[in-house]
């Protein structure tokens, strides 16, 4: 019954409507969709079982958090779903934490007494964040795992930076580059060799490389892009799909979509085992987290560190800037 | 990692622990067979191994499910049929 709901909502729903402050026209995702199944998702009676890839993410991104040694008095959590990454904020770095979310359901999943500091809710579209918050008034903007369901990506980006302060932060988590590479191999193989096509079933994904030149893009400065991955083990791949829908991580690709026919999704499941499997019978799953940050000096810790975050500060005259052309004192003719 | 659904109560849960576990054999041996074939696969290139398979998951589904399913559920399950 629910599945047959959500299908018709992913047939009947519209495209929609432009955005006024997105750059390009790129329409991936329907996003109608995505919030139905993430307000289902946070209903469902086993939501907090599949915390588990969220948790792990905020509190790796929470680790980089902290190693930025400043307070602030509100932290504004874009897409933050049931608030993962709020979760994790302690009273003495800030005072005050705001999560944005489309999905009403997911924002309030959780009481407020699960949480250390104050928080407000606001029920929004993240593609749209200056309609939210007023330009230049933010002290740090974070997101941990939402950005890969925005359709307009540079467009969010630049909105992010608008609504920064001057010298403010941004730090943000999304899926990217080889995330559930299994499945998709696995899916493909099984279409091409079932039905001799093959049909969108994973997202696409933000390769690492573009991150950085996207927030370049976007004018942050003093970036730091690293990357992560968190690898789980299923039992099989149904066990897999389950928990993604159970995330509300379901595919919401726009388009006519058709279901997975069942000798499909069998043939898919025998090719994961085979082609992905360990040797204990499981099949793992990846999970390929891109971290962003852009932030005014990046402490020792992180450069020595592998993983990746992102992080991304928002100019201001106080950042070490390069001088002007023809400025320089030292001849590189004799240094060299 | 334990799964949210129980995996025994609805149609694709049975699909789901019969092509692993019911006929493991035979979903290996189609797995295998994608295997040594997957940089050049086309349509139908693993057929016969996966006629096999999917008479073995048809059996599974059927026998398990006419002896542990009420009747109302049959109505389902022929439906569930057609679709294969």
């Given at each position: 019954m629910l599945r047959s709901l959500a299908r018709r909502a992913a047939i009947s729903s519209a495209s929609p409507a432009a955005n006024p402050?997105?750059?390009?026209?790129?329409?991936?995702?329907?996003r109608d969709v995505k919030r139905i199944q993430k307000n289902r998702a946070a209903l469902r009676e086993g939501s907090r079982m599949v915390d588990y890839v969220q948790e792990e993410v905020a509190d790796r991104m929470m680790e980089r958090f902290m190693d930025i040694k400043r307070t602030f008095d509100t932290v504004l959590d874009l897409g933050s779903g049931p608030g993962h990454f709020t979760k994790l904020l302690e009273p003495e770095r800030a005072k005050k934490a705001v999560m944005i979310d489309s999905s009403d359901k997911a924002l309030h999943r959780d009481p407020d007494s699960e949480f250390e500091v104050q928080v407000e809710r606001i029920c929004g579209d993240e593609e749209n964040l200056l309609q939210i918050v007023d330009p230049n008034s933010q002290e740090a903007i974070v997101s941990c795992l939402s950005l890969h369901w925005v359709n307009d990506l540079p467009g969010t980006l630049v909105q992010i930076r608008e609504a920064l302060k001057p010298d403010g932060l941004f730090l943000g988590a999304m899926f990217g580059g080889d995330t559930l590479f299994e499945l998709r191999t696995a899916l493909q193989l099984a279409e091409l060799e079932r039905e001799g096509g093959i049909a969108p079933h994973i997202s696409p994904m933000t390769q690492t490389r573009d991150i950085s030149n996207l927030m370049g893009r976007a004018g942050f400065t003093l970036l730091t892009v690293d990357v992560d991955e968190v690898n789980v083990a299923y039992p099989n791949m149904w066990a897999l799909m389950d928990d993604l829908g159970a995330m509300g991580e379901a595919n919401a690709i726009l388009g006519p979509r058709r279901a997975l026919r069942r000798d499909t999704l069998a043939a898919a499941s025998a090719i994961y085992s085979v082609l992905h499997g360990s040797e204990d019978g499981s099949v793992p799953a990846t999970f390929q987290v891109i971290y962003m940050a852009s932030h005014l000096f990046v402490p020792g810790p992180l450069a020595h560190n592998h993983r990746c975050i992102q992080i991304g500060w928002k100019p201001a005259h106080t950042q070490p800037q390069p001088l002007e052309?023809?400025?320089?004192?030292?001849?590189l003719k004799e240094v060299l | 990692m334990n799964s949210t659904v129980s995996t025994t109560k609805t149609p694709l849960g049975r699909l789901a622990v019969h092509s692993t576990a019911t006929c493991s054999i035979q979903a290996t041996a189609y797995g295998k067979c994608i295997l040594a074939t997957y940089t050049d696969v086309t349509k139908d290139v693993c057929k016969e191994e996966f006629t096999k398979f999917a008479t073995c998951l048809r059996q599974a589904v059927c026998h398990s499910s006419l002896r542990s399913l009420p009747l109302a559920q049959l109505d389902g399950l022929y439906q569930m049929g057609r679709k294969w």
């Open positions: 402050h997105t750059l390009g026209p790129f329409q991936i995702f329907d052309r023809g400025t320089g004192k030292v001849s | -």
